[in-house]
């Protein structure tokens, strides 16, 4: 098992494309997400648990600082996203248990990571649908499978933030 090694890291991209072909037995089936994981909250636990749940090991696609400022501009009275530096997330993402491995991306959706990658089993929050999903005709165009998990924790990130924000008015 991956998670329980040392493997369990943060990975550029070639690297771990090189540690998938070279012992896929370890690997596949290799289900990925995608996503900020900015602020880690208990539904990011249970999320990445019920992803892992489905394959052998799991990879996360974590935005890069850059990509998230793309994807989530600055509001009023919002500060800038990401609170938490992508070295850190990245960080704290590779110790969790159901965690194999993260790869950071700078691009605002993952589809390049996903053609690069070829993760048997795509998994994204159950508040997506596959048919507006922009990663889902690369996945679903090498025979991979996309599974929508449903949040056991409705929280967010934005919804935390808000939190602090109204708190210290």
Known sequence: MLSSGPLNSVYSLEVLQHLIAANPALWRPLVMTNGC??????????????????????????????????????????????IIPQAQRAEVLAALRSVDGVVIFSEPTAVSLIHALEPDIYVKGGDYRVETLPEAPTVLGYGGKISLIQFEVPSSTSGIINRILERAE
Not at 48 to 61: D, H, K
């Open 37 to 82: 994981f900015d602020l880690l909250h208990a539904g990011h636990v249970r999320y990445l648990q019920a992803a892992r749940n489905l394959g052998r090991s799991l990879v996360i696609g974590l935005n890069s600082d850059q990509s998230v400022q793309m994807i989530k501009p600055a509001k009023l009275g919002q500060p800038l996203r990401p």
